[in-house]
């Protein structure tokens, strides 16, 4: 099983993206700059901020899963101090918007009022319905949770693996 641990953010000459090997495989997840600077704009760093949240785009090779969209929040979610909720309709129209462009869904991303994200038990359960209501052109789905700490600690990245467990990919740092 191949270990994560240890290694460092790939550096870019022009900018900074993450990418990490996935435990137990030969394949990495790289997201890129741009979602990045998506999901940290969304930080829940007021004392009463909501959870914000959307969608993963991007495309699969045999060596990557490189996740180049996010999008989301929209005013029609549900957001709470601890917790969010897509909506639903407004979530499979951006899906089908990105499939006409050739880009797949990869999953979902928020944010928590922590300074370094853990998903909940909450989370767990609605990757699982997620996957299990879903067709999907992917193996497994991706959870990025955005947390307080600075900018390399604050983001936690998991798959749900076939028996329905959220796996970590990576921590940053």
């Not at 989301?72 to 897509?86: I, K, V, Y």
């Not at 996957?131 to 947390?147: D, F, K, P, Q, V």
């Amino acid at each position: 099983m191949a270990s994560w641990r240890g290694m460092r953010c790939i550096l870019n000459r022009r900018s900074r993206h993450w990418e990490r090997l996935i435990p137990g495989s030969t394949q990495s997840v790289r997201i890129e700059p741009s979602v990045l600077r998506h999901i940290r704009a969304h930080r829940q760093a007021g004392v009463a901020a909501h959870e914000a949240g959307g969608q993963l785009f991007g495309r699969v090779t045999p060596e990557r899963v490189v996740v180049t969209h996010a999008v989301g929040p929209r005013s029609s979610d549900e957001r709470h101090r601890f917790g969010f909720r897509s909506n639903p309709q407004t979530a499979q129209a951006a899906i089908e918007r990105f499939a006409r462009r050739g880009r797949l869904y990869l999953g979902e991303w928020h944010t928590h009022a922590e300074a370094v994200p853990h998903f909940s038990g909450v989370d767990e359960q609605a990757m699982r319905q997620i996957y299990t209501r879903s067709t999907l052109n992917t193996a497994a789905l991706l959870l990025i949770i955005l947390g307080l700490a600075a900018p390399d600690d604050d983001i936690g990245v998991w798959y749900l693996d076939s028996a329905g467990a959220l796996r970590e990919i990576t921590r940053a740092g």
